[in-house]
């Protein structure tokens, strides 16, 4: 992939997660070029770490309970039309259940000298 095509496809990732709730790309895009001991004191330890060839990858995980019904689960299935659809609506909304949990990842690559070089977020 080229630097150009590499570089769109990282804005368009990052203009989405700053539509979504959590942290914006531009407090991640902060951190480039300081200590990881800082991101450490201001965010805490990591979920988990990681290596990616001589840097580690210090990750932040988030996690969203999400409650209340969804818009699938307010679909009324009687109002279909064709009564082997109906029966095949009412068997999905039955045994469909929405994710209550989502998990939002932040992504910090550290360099030995213990710089923070890149930093990213990763949703599923």
């Known amino acids: 992939m080229s630097a150009f095509r590499l ?4 804005a368009l990732g990052l203009a989405a997660a ?25 965010w805490g330890p990591p979920t988990r770490e ?9 990750i932040y995980e988030e996690v969203e309970r ?13 109002r279909t039309r064709g009564s082997s ?12 259940k929405a994710p209550r949990v989502y998990v939002r990842s ?4 550290v360099t030995r000298e213990g710089t ?3 930093s990213a977020v990763r949703t599923p």
Do not use: M, N
């Open 7 to 10: 570089a769109v496809v990282l």
């Open 18 to 42: 700053a539509c979504a709730a959590g942290v914006h790309p531009e407090v991640l895009k902060a951190w480039v070029g300081r200590p990881a001991t800082a991101l450490e004191t201001d």
């Open 50 to 58: 990681t290596q990616d060839g001589d840097v580690r990858v210090l």
């Open 66 to 78: 999400r409650s209340g019904r969804t818009a699938f689960d307010d679909q009324d299935p009687s």
């Open 85 to 96: 659809y109906s029966v095949a609506a009412t068997a999905a909304a039955e045994a469909y």
């Open 106 to 109: 932040y992504l910090f690559w």
């Open 116 to 118: 923070i070089v890149h």
